[in-house]
């Protein structure tokens, strides 16, 4: 599916639109989802592309990268000892005032 499916009334002119399209077809081969089907993930990375478009970045590679790191899951990050000091550290002295 190209992405002109995935403007949704914004106009671009016919270079930009090709960029796009190079882009998004770049992401779906990373992605490995080119079996044409609509998803989530390619609705996704196309509104990222459109919206990086729209701020002015015309370049493919750019706009593919910025679309994948857009849809990747944010992994948490469990703290499970809040001191940031390693266990043989001692806490700063801090002088009298």
């Not at 592309?49 to 899951?73: F, H, N, S, W």
Request: net charge negative; aromatic share 2%.
């Amino acid at each position: 599916m190209p992405i002109r499916s995935h403007l949704g009334g914004q106009h671009f002119d016919p270079e930009t639109i090709r960029l796009m399209g190079i882009a998004f077809e770049m992401a779906l081969v990373s992605l490995q989802r080119t079996d044409g089907s609509i998803n989530p993930t390619r609705a996704a990375v196309a509104q990222k592309i459109v919206e990086l478009a729209k701020a002015g970045e015309r370049d493919p590679e750019r706009l593919c990268e910025g679309a994948l790191k857009a849809t990747q899951p944010v992994i948490p990050v469990l703290i499970s000892d809040p001191s940031p000091l390693p266990p043989h550290a001692s806490p700063p002295v801090l002088p009298d005032s």
